[in-house]
């Protein structure tokens, strides 16, 4: 592979690099580095919105999509680029739920109406969506959920309860998947709807996670009429449709590249703290943990790009187990990014308002939050069933 860019493409990436490095200048101070802030802190969502706006008027929400529904066309790599400079910045503005999960599917799914009216809404960076999947009884084993869809006429009518819903108490319009018939088993006998979540009978109840913050919720459904011209797909065939939304530029990089930032602040802060009046950066155990961290980043990095580069030269679909890879890769990563962190800082990690919080409190906040990191859009366990049976080839074993 050709690990060179384009001048176009490092003009591209100077682009984007100023334009975030200018942005994220001006965030409230309870802006995080994980979605619980973007939608569990009023100002942060306000900025999240504002940022949406500024995305939105440079066309860079929707630049991979067709021109007539607001894109540009661009090619995969240069959605690469934006993700890692945006990842680098813990950039906000991108709606993950709407720019990356729902639009890819109705560009793939969705018939001409339904993409000229949910489309362009998303990358003018107006309407906000929510992801209405996981139930109770259901989150790895999707295919069991039992939330039901009757058909009335010109519309449904559901019943059933979602959970987990991450952001749903700010946005307008969730993705579901419902069962349209109890006789089929499984995947079979679901259909994928767009929900308006003003809908009469929709109520949502926060779920506090452990530290606190409002990202969950519960989003219970009694008699929701949802208009029939709001499937997406053939009655029954919802799998299909939900199926695609891992099939697009999943190499992680935005990740690896949140990481690299964390690095170069976790580097600075052993450069200028002593412990037992040695600093901490000549302290032979912390300077090889950091090390440590440093390969296994720069490694992460490079298994993203050969991931992109396999998306194109091989198609989404023959990538799919690198991509589920990469989310093992980069979310345990956090992880043990997190711990190290963690265990190097000490109390000053834990520190939020004084002039001992060098990283005002980040790294206690990241260490409630990132074990969720490995288990939103599937576990690790899911992810490395997937690399087993779509790329080493072994029999499914459930
Ligand atoms: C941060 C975060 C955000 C999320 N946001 C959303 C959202 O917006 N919308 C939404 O619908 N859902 C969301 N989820 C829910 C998420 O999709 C589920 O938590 C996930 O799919 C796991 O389902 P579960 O929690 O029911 O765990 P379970 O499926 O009950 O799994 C429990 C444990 O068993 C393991 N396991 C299960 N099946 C197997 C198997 N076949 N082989 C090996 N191990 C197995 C799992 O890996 C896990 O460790 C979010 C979750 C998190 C943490």
């Known amino acids: 592979m050709d690990f060179r860019f384009t001048p176009e493409e490092e003009a591209l990436r100077k682009e984007f690099d100023d334009f975030f490095r200018g942005e994220m200048r001006n965030t409230p101070p309870e802006w995080g580095t994980y ?19 500024k995305l939105a008027a440079k066309g860079w929400l929707s630049r991979p999509w067709p021109r007539e529904y607001g894109g540009q066309e661009a090619s995969l790599i240069e959605q690469f680029i934006f993700n890692d400079v945006m990842g680098y910045h813990r950039g906000a503005g991108v709606d993950h739920w709407g720019i990356a999960l729902l639009a890819p599917t109705l560009l793939v799914s969705a018939n001409e109406e339904q993409k000229r009216e949910h489309l362009p809404p998303i990358a003018r960076g107006e309407l906000f969506w929510t992801q209405l999947w996981s139930e109770p009884e259901a989150g790895s084993d999707l295919a069991s959920l039992t939330t039901r869809a009757v058909r009335d006429g010109g519309d449904y009518i559901v019943n ?11 946005t307008d319009w969730g993705f579901m998947l419902a069962r349209t018939n109890p006789e089929e ?6 259909s ?13 109840r926060p779920i ?16 929701v009429r949802v208009p029939a011209r709001n499937r997406v797909g053939e009655e029954n065939q919802g799998w299909i449709a939900s199926q695609m939304t891992s099939n697009f530029e999943r190499s992680m990089i935005e990740l690896f590249s949140f990481l690299r930032r964390e690095l170069e602040e976790l580097v600075e802060f052993c450069r200028e703290s002593k412990r037992g009046g040695e600093v901490l950066s000549e302290n032979p155990i912390v300077r090889h943990r950091l090390a440590q961290l440093a390969i296994e980043i720069e490694a992460g990095r490079a298994f993203s790009y050969s991931i992109v580069w396999s998306q194109i030269k091989s198609g989404l679909v023959m990538a799919a187990p690198l991509a589920a890879a990469a989310k093992v890769l980069a979310t345990e990563l956090v992880q043990r990014f997190t711990y190290t962190g963690s265990e190097i800082m000490r109390l000053y990690g834990q520190v939020k308002e004084s002039r001992w919080a060098p990283l005002q409190g980040r790294f206690e906040k990241e260490y409630q939050l990132c074990p969720g990191l490995n288990m939103a859009g599937g576990t690790s366990e899911i992810m490395r069933n997937l690399i087993c049976t779509l790329g080493l080839g072994l029999p499914r074993s459930w």
């Open 35 to 53: 979605m619980e802030a973007m939608v569990g802190v009023d100002a942060c969502f306000e900025f999240h919105k504002q940022m949406a706006k």
């Open 192 to 204: 994928f709807f767009l929900v308006d979540m003003k809908t009469p009978g929709i109520t949502i």
């Open 160 to 170: 059933g309860q979602k959970t987990w819903s991450s952001g749903a108490h700010r």
């Open 185 to 190: 088993k499984r995947s079979r006998g679901l």
């Open 208 to 223: 506090l996670n452990l530290e606190g913050s409002h990202l969950f919720n519960e989003v219970f459904l009694d008699d």
